[in-house]
């Protein structure tokens, strides 16, 4: 637990889901701010200033993308998105304008609250922290450029170690496979989802303990993929 | 198919004289012969001799040269061999008995001899117009599509009849819906002359008495109860592509194009009529499973809640309770949302390239709760192909077949979950070691599968519909199977060649 208390802002209309959450993230040791709408939540943001915001899509005086768009990219604050399930192109557009992540509702206690973590552990973590990301048996180290199964060397092709990179710069976070193509084989191959999942399966026979079942890089159906870090 | 002219006979001028000519020819050979007899035996047998040439004139020929041989056979007998010699001049009654007789024998026999062979002709041409006919029909008959029918009709019309064919239906609009060549176009008064033969069932356009400025002429296809297309001829000479003997003929393959047209509108109509009675089924299987897909988890939910709150000595298993239970109504509910998705026809497809290590990984995170106590075996091997496929529709339809899986096992009871590379094909099967099924061969799974079976095991009933309906969309197939040899069922999606993704040659993503 960090040495203050962090901040979230619970931004949903529906007051037994704010009561559920406020006992959730009160139990884990964090300062809660509610918001029953948009007009509320704005203004909570700029007064309380929170460290991480919890936003339902589904707000009765504005849409939820909307908001995503006047929410995102503070640095100051992460933004996770909470939508009702089976909403994957919502879910993708809310990335695509900047949410950091999203849960779908009903969400696990314990799946939330490890997002939470991950989006709050890229500003807390200290530099040397953020170069080396730990996930299972797998160190990879931003710096040296150089991936580790218990201490020994894994050889990974240039497309599979930016890859990897690009993951392990977001530890815990959903990329969209958008994002992802983007950023390794460069806007023009944006649609070529074929290029990722036969590089994601050859890097997984690389880092996963059995790539059948995979745990370190894991599939969000039809959105992206994350890399389970190991928690502190 | 035989390709026989049924319709005309041989009429040229060059047979006709050259029939003449040999009648003429026979009679000659056989005056040489009787030449011959005469001063030998007497002129008694000779009159005998003519008989053959005037029957094989009217045996071959007919009636025409049949008369000619019996005119000139009776001319030539009475010049050269009745007295007095040398002239027409007749001077004893059997002689005119026997030009009489001649004259006769040529009559009767060419007409006998005529009507056998116009009977043979017309058996000839009847046989050539079935096998036409039974030819046409037989190529229809294989066909399963109204566009694929009205295209083969042309292609044959074209063919039979050496002319430019085309099959046009609908009013007060006639359209086309198939051309032989393709690319034939119709004037104003054409479409005219279209719709006056699918209006009134009548022949229309060039070489009728309707809408003669026309370039085609129209003939109706009918069924028995309406005119259901017009079929149009032309010829690029502007010739008339049919005369009047041909048209019984047209008319006959026009008949067996309406019956093949009527065929396939009544197959789509039982299609049409059993999916209604499909959704029918589904509608009220499903509101039947609501009462106790519903009741069931959250009786189980109430009841633990209100226990807890009298006693919590037994805390833990309670919340467990609350948490299955919660955990079956948000599958339902989740269910639910789909059927009424695939009910409302809007599932959407969005598929793309699919990796069946991650579909199964996530289905697998979803359910676990439910399959804590499951063994789960999973055998993906590396080099399994990629399939295009919608990632919500098959997670869903993964959940569901696992979940199905997990219920009926054991506690400890393994669920094996195995993906190959078969013929072109990618198969992904969910095997259990549960009761099994109640049939004996693999087949495609059926949507009332649970929903009619007994409900003991606490199934959705909803889940393997929504699993065929989905796979469906995506072009895949369900089957469901009893393990060989062993208990248990065996659930297999197949991803046909056209979904199945061959690895990539580049090493792009390398």
């Not at chain 2, 009429?11 to 040489?32: D, E, K, P």
């Not at chain 2, 819906?177 to 279209?194: Q, Y």
């Not at chain 2, 809408?211 to 000479?237: C, M």
């Amino acid at each position: 637990m960090p040495a203050r208390a962090q901040k979230i802002l619970i931004v949903d209309d529906e007051p037994q889901i704010r009561i559920l959450l406020k006992a959730t993230l009160g139990r884990a040791g964090y300062i809660v701010v509610e918001a029953a709408n948009a007009r509320e939540a704005l203004s909570a943001k700029a007064i309380d200033k929170p460290d991480v915001v919890l936003l339902d899509l589904g707000l009765p005086d504005r849409d939820g993308l909307e908001l995503v768009e006047l929410l995102r990219g503070d640095p100051r604050s992460a933004l996770i998105v909470v939508s009702a399930r089976d909403q994957t192109e919502q879910k993708v557009a809310a990335l695509d304008l900047g949410a950091d992540d999203y849960v779908t509702k009903p969400f696990d206690t314990e799946e939330l609250l490890a997002r939470v973590r991950a989006s709050l552990r890229q500003r807390l973590a200290s530099e040397t922290e953020r170069q080396v990301v730990v996930a299972g048996a797998i160190t990879i180290d931003l710096l040296e450029r150089a991936v580790r199964r218990n201490g020994n060397e894994v050889h990974v092709t240039p497309k599979e170690w930016n890859l990897l990179a690009e993951l392990a710069k977001h530890p815990g976070r959903v990329l969209t496979h958008e994002t992802l193509l983007r950023s390794v084989w460069g806007p023009a191959q944006v649609g070529q989802t074929e290029y990722l999942r036969v590089a994601i399966r050859s890097l997984r026979q690389k880092v996963e303990v059995e790539p059948s079942q995979p745990r370190l890089i894991v599939n969000e159906p039809g959105v992206g993929y994350r890399l389970m870090p190991n928690e502190p | 198919m035989t390709e026989i002219d049924v319709t005309r006979a041989d009429t040229s001028i060059a047979t006709r004289i050259q029939a003449y000519a040999g009648a003429t020819a026979m009679v000659a050979v056989s005056t040489l012969v009787g030449l011959w007899i005469a001063p030998r035996w007497g002129t008694a047998p000779v009159d005998m001799i003519y008989l053959p040439s005037v029957l094989a004139a009217a045996a071959l020929w007919g009636l025409g040269p049949a008369v000619v041989a019996g005119i000139a056979a009776a001319l030539a007998y009475n010049f050269f061999f009745t007295a007095p010699i040398h002239t027409f001049q007749m001077d004893r009654v059997t002689d005119v008995v026997t030009v009489a007789v001649l004259l006769i024998v040529a009559l009767v026999t060419s007409k006998l001899a005529a009507g056998i062979r116009s009977q043979a002709r017309i058996a000839e041409a009847h046989a050539a117009r079935n096998a036409t006919i039974g030819g046409f029909a037989g190529k229809l008959l294989s066909l399963s599509r109204e566009a694929e029918i009205a295209e083969a009709a042309c292609t044959e019309l074209h063919r039979l009849f050496d002319c430019n064919a085309i099959l046009v239906s609908g009013l007060p609009e006639p359209r086309m819906i198939a051309a032989v060549p393709a690319g034939n176009r119709l004037t104003p008064s054409d479409v005219a002359a279209a719709a006056l033969t699918l209006e009134s069932g009548e022949r229309a356009g060039r070489g009728t008495n309707r809408s003669q400025p026309a370039e085609w002429v129209f003939s109706p296809v009918r069924s028995s109860a309406a005119v259901i297309a017009a079929a149009g001829l032309a010829r690029d000479d502007g010739h008339i592509p049919v005369d009047d003997e041909q048209l019984p003929l047209l008319e006959n393959l026009l008949d067996q194009l309406a019956l093949a047209l009527e065929r396939v509108r009544a197959e789509a109509d039982v299609r049409e009529v059993s999916s209604l009675r499909e959704r029918d089924r589904l509608r009220s299987a499903l509101l039947s499973s609501v009462g106790h897909d519903l009741r069931t988890p959250l009786t189980a939910i109430i009841g633990a809640a209100a226990e807890l709150r009298c006693d919590d000595s037994n805390g833990p298993a309670l919340v467990a309770t609350l948490e299955t239970e919660a955990g079956k109504l948000e599958r339902y509910i989740s269910n639910l949302l789909d059927m009424a998705r695939i009910e409302a026809g809007a599932v959407k497809l969005r598929t793309e390239p699919v990796d069946l290590v991650d579909a199964v990984a996530a289905a697998l995170k979803d359910l676990r709760t439910t399959l804590a106590e499951r063994r789960v075996e999973v055998e993906l091997p590396s080099d399994l192909h990629l399939v295009r496929a919608d990632p919500q529709l098959l997670h869903h339809s993964l959940i569901n077949l696992i979940d199905n899986a997990s219920r009926h096992s054991q506690p400890n009871g393994a669920i094996c979950i195995s993906g190959t590379n078969a013929k072109g094909e990618v198969r992904l099967t969910i095997e259990d070691e549960g009761p099994g099924l109640p049939q004996e061969t693999e087949r495609p799974l059926d949507t009332f599968m649970r929903i009619e079976g007994s409900d003991r095991k606490g199934g959705t009933g909803l889940g393997l519909a929504i699993v065929k309906a989905f796979t469906e969309a995506m072009g895949a197939k369900v089957t469901a199977a009893n393990r060989d040899g062993e208990r248990g069922s065996v659930f297999t999606i197949r991803f046909p060649q056209l979904l199945v993704i061959e690895p990539m040659e580049s090493a792009d993503a390398g």
